[in-house]
């Protein structure tokens, strides 16, 4: 069982886990995105079991209170297309899951993600409108139900938002987003009370993530905050290609 696996956890490895969480939260909290990206990748080398059901359980709680702190920046308009783009993802997501290869996928969306980023660092300002929006939310629906890993396209579209706004817009999106991928994993079989009861250790760094961050986001700018986009969304699409490498190149 999965409690039983993360309960009889070495102490240095659990160490590790309750840290991480706590960076990837300080992360999420701060900059708008990062918990999946700073924990999945960590977390799967340190036990399998932990992603990508309690990673997107702990993603919605974190993003649920940094949704409700800055409540009143938030992109409705926006939030709502890209949403609008995340379901069918996350179902195509379900859909393939157990027929393709992950980590076929995950090298694909790690060199496209890549690319992205090269280019917006190149090309001029990029406007969160709706035909950017709908497909950004469609590749973070179903690269996110995959890996753990969908913030990037989002983060991508809204690199030019104003701090508050990308922070509060992001996480109403992965409140909603985590919410719906965690239903289609329980639909499929890969979400369940052990996931439930596995995540509850995970709470309180986060919770303690959450509130060192009150003290981070007062010093982050918007130009500032765009670097910190980009470079989360470059250091994730690198980590998505290596681990895919591997997985298809045992």
């Given amino acids: 069982p999965i409690v039983d696996e993360i309960l009889f956890l070495p102490l240095i490895p659990m160490l590790m886990a309750l840290l991480i969480v706590f960076v990837a939260s300080v992360v999420q909290t701060s900059s708008g995105l ?3 990206m700073v924990a999945a990748p960590l977390l799967f080398l340190i036990d399998p079991i932990l992603v990508p059901g309690p990673i997107l359980l702990l993603s919605l709680l974190v993003s649920t209170l940094a949704a409700v702190r800055e409540k009143h ?10 949403l609008g783009g995340r379901i069918p993802g996350t179902v195509l997501a379900g859909l393939t899951i157990s027929m393709v290869p992950v980590a076929m996928f995950g090298l694909i969306f790690g060199v496209l993600v890549f690319l992205a980023v090269v280019i917006s660092v190149f090309a001029g300002k990029i406007t969160p409108s709706s035909r950017v929006l709908l497909p950004a939310g469609f ?6 139900t995959l890996t ?7 983060a991508l579209a809204y690199q030019h938002g104003s701090p508050a706004t990308i922070r ?8 909603v ?8 994993l329980a639909w499929f079989g890969r979400f369940g009370k052990e996931e439930v009861v596995a995540s509850v250790m ?10 060192t961050s009150n003290y981070v986001v007062r010093r982050l700018h918007g130009e500032r905050v765009r670097q910190i986009l980009l470079g989360l969304c470059a250091v994730a699409s690198a980590i998505l290609i290596v681990k895919s490498w591997i997985a298809l190149h045992p």
């Avoid at 590749?139 to 996110?144: A, F, T, V």
């Avoid at 509060?168 to 409140?175: E, I, N, P, Q």
Wanted: proline fraction near 8%; glycine fraction near 16%.
């Fill in 34 to 36: 990062g918990f999946g």
């Fill in 73 to 82: 920046a938030i992109d409705f308009r926006g939030l709502s297309v890209a």
């Fill in 139 to 144: 590749i973070s629906g179903y690269m996110g």
């Fill in 148 to 154: 753990s890993i969908g913030a990037p396209p989002m």
């Fill in 168 to 175: 509060s817009t992001m996480a109403t999106y992965f409140v």
């Fill in 177 to 184: 987003g985590a919410a719906f991928s965690i239903v289609t």
């Fill in 202 to 211: 995970f709470i309180p760094p986060l919770l303690a993530g959450f509130w």
